[in-house]
């Protein structure tokens, strides 16, 4: 089924998305990328001033995967998230 949000994003309505899509993926963006991650995870970039994805993307990412506390892992979530921002870590 066919939904327009309130925002004007159109989206299908499954029950996977009961909600936009889009307005999620906005949503979880701006309440911080840090807290899907562990915290020795969150520690790691906050002692590095990392607290925002745009400064995350200033990063390597084997710079970043050399952080004490970030793992394969959470390197694999901060990718994601990066992407859904229309960002990426910086190339090496
Ligand atoms: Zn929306």
Redesign the pocket.
Known sequence: MKRI?P?G?KYNKTSDYPV?P??AKEDRVRQGFLAELSNPAQRALLAEGIDRLDILAEWKQQDILELHGVGPKAIKGLQQQLEAADLSFKSA
């Open positions: 949000c925002k994003h936009c889009i307005c």
